[in-house]
């Protein structure tokens, strides 16, 4: 098939903005190359990537690949597909860090944030995941975009074995358990549960990561987090008992999306 074909069988089934995608992702042909070069063959077969699609499979997953931040990611089910709601707070945090701090990413998942934070900063990066098989996709991550990172199996909710610490991050599972089920269909049939559900109320990491980066801050370092939109009071409460002080950063839409703070000790 002449791709020109190729192209309009990919956006005939899936709308202009996947089917564009779906085509771009699948032959690294891009749409100029549809209009300059429309005559060039392709001996690609798209219908299975477009069933999977229709079936409702997020197209990164599909694709095997996703971009945040400028930069690739491999992902598969065993991790969150990076969002751009994330960016956030790692523009929030490259614009602080520098290449000699000390910086920890909770939760990492794909190691969106800890290979994003590494790549702009040059800053000394460790991550840790509870799930092997998100490790293992984060690590596969950080040797695609060329980054040196120290990975850590364990659970945000008790590891605090660093110290000096002049950053700690984190995007935590923070939905509520009981809306995590009325999710769209694509996040909550393929996206992976145990990086969305923070439990009752959304908020169970958020304590336990307070009180154990504490621990491993250096006077003056800060922790931030990614939260949910309506999170902003219950995380800042959260963070202000346990460090006195707590900032709210807006995401791109105008909703909450990062609470800070800063330790300080006289
Ligand atoms: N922002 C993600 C979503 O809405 C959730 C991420 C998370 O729980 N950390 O699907």
């Known amino acids: 098939m002449v791709i020109k074909d190729a192209y309009k069988l990919c956006t005939d089934a899936l709308g202009k903005t996947d089917g564009r995608i779906l085509f771009e992702g699948v032959t690294n042909y891009t749409f100029k190359d549809v209009l300059t070069h429309g005559e060039k063959e392709t001996d690609i077969d798209f219908n299975p990537y477009i069933k999977r699609v229709l079936g409702g499979e997020p197209i990164q997953y599909v694709l095997g690949e996703t971009e945040f931040m400028s930069l690739k990611f491999k992902v598969t089910p065993a991790v969150l597909i990076p969002r751009q709601d994330t960016e956030t707070l790692v523009e929030w945090a490259i614009k602080k860090i520098d290449k000699n701090a000390r910086v920890l990413d909770l939760c990492t998942?794909?190691?969106?944030?800890a290979i994003s934070v590494k790549k702009y900063t040059h800053a000394f990066v460790t991550a840790l995941d509870i799930s092997e098989d998100a490790l293992k996709i984060a690590e596969q991550n950080a040797s695609l975009n060329n980054a040196d990172i120290t990975f850590i199996k364990g659970d945000a909710h008790t590891f605090d074995e660093l110290e000096n610490l002049d950053f700690v991050l984190s995007n935590p599972p923070y939905i509520e358990s009981e809306v995590v089920s009325?999710?769209?269909?694509?996040?909550?049939?393929?996206?992976?549960?145990?990086?969305?559900?923070g439990g009752?109320?959304?908020?169970?990491?958020?304590?336990d990561i307070a009180k154990n980066s504490r621990k491993m801050l250096k006077n003056g370092g800060f922790l931030a987090v990614e939260i949910g939109y309506n999170q902003a009071e219950a995380v800042s409460d959260i963070f202000n008992k346990v460090f006195g002080n707590s900032t709210v950063l807006k995401d791109l839409c105008g909703n909450n999306r990062v609470v800070y703070s800063k330790k300080q000790v006289d």
């Open 200 to 207: 009752k109320d959304g908020l169970d990491f958020y304590t």
């Open 109 to 113: 998942g794909s190691g969106c944030i």
């Open 182 to 197: 009325g999710l769209d269909k694509k996040v909550k049939d393929f996206e992976p549960r145990i990086a969305l559900d």
